[in-house]
């Protein structure tokens, strides 16, 4: 992913999108409960492309690695 394609701040549907395409499956409404730090501009809710990349990544570190496949 290039930082230069992205807008400098998202809403949560468009930051929802980004997550969804690059990251991991996530709805807008998550991201309502999510611990980042949103601005509120003309009534819409916008965060730091950055903020939300680095909160991604900080989560896909997070998650544990599992095993699939039968066990015998």
């Known amino acids: ?13 468009a930051a929802a ?7 991991f499956p996530i709805s807008h409404r998550t991201l309502e409960a999510a611990a980042l730090p949103w601005r509120r501009i003309n009534g ?6 950055a903020v939300l990349i680095a909160w991604a ?3 896909l570190a997070a ?3 599992v095993k699939g496949g039968r066990q015998k």
């Open 44 to 49: 819409r809710a916008l965060v730091d492309t």
């Open 1 to 13: 992913m290039n930082d230069t394609d992205l807008p400098a701040r998202v809403t949560r549907r």
């Open 17 to 23: 999108d980004l997550l969804t395409k690059n990251y």
């Open 57 to 59: 990544e900080e989560r």
């Open 63 to 65: 998650a544990a690695v």
